[in-house]
């Protein structure tokens, strides 16, 4: 099964790359219950990479969808699940992520491709980034995706060494395992069907 994962963050040393890194670890170790070692074909991608012009209905018609628009939404669309830890600004998504979606999302709103996802997001602060989570949780039907989890870390730099690259509250790190054991199932899946 190909796996892609990554933060919706622009930021060069953003938590929640290092929260995503930290899950990746896990599924390819094979520490997630019904999910062996070596069994994902994990990707990942940088936000970056996909820089454009703000997007706007009369750049759209001047000069049509920019080429990193269409290879963002065409990684989405090769990844059998994928796995996103949102950064959370001022409540929402990040203006780097909300602007390669909304490209995206004028090739084809079905953005996500119908592909099963595990959302996560971690803040500095209590939160965790619920806000943002809530919101992307909400709206994943709409742009063509199925949520198995979702987990919101708060206080990150209280539960999570970064020195040692792991969670530390052991209620949080079990329920991270539990989230991503829900891939398990759409790992099944795919070893029906060997063509996805």
């Known amino acids: 099964m190909k796996l892609l994962a990554f933060a919706a963050s622009n930021a060069s040393h953003s938590i929640n790359r290092q929260l995503v890194d930290y899950a990746v670890g896990l599924l390819a170790d094979g520490q997630i ?70 490209w995206a999302s004028r090739i084809d709103m079905r953005v996500y491709h119908d592909k099963p996802i595990v959302m996560l997001s971690t803040s500095p602060g209590g939160g965790g980034g619920g806000f943002v989570l809530r919101t992307a949780g909400h709206l994943a039907g709409y742009f063509g995706n199925e949520v198995l989890a979702s987990l919101a870390v708060p206080r990150f730099g209280e539960n999570f060494d970064t020195e040692a690259d792991r969670l530390t509250d052991p209620d949080l790190d079990v329920q991270l395992r539990e989230a991503l054991a829900t891939l398990a199932g759409v790992l099944t899946g795919c070893a029906d069907n060997p063509d996805s």
């Open 33 to 102: 219950e019904g999910v062996p070692a070596g069994a994902l074909e994990i990707s990942s991608l940088d936000l970056n990479d996909f820089e454009m012009p703000i997007y706007s209905i009369d750049r759209q018609n001047a000069d049509g969808i920019p080429q990193p628009a269409h290879d963002f939404y065409n990684l989405l669309g090769a990844a059998d699940a994928l796995l996103i830890s949102f950064a959370e600004h001022n409540g929402s998504y990040t203006v780097a992520y909300k602007n390669v979606f909304d």
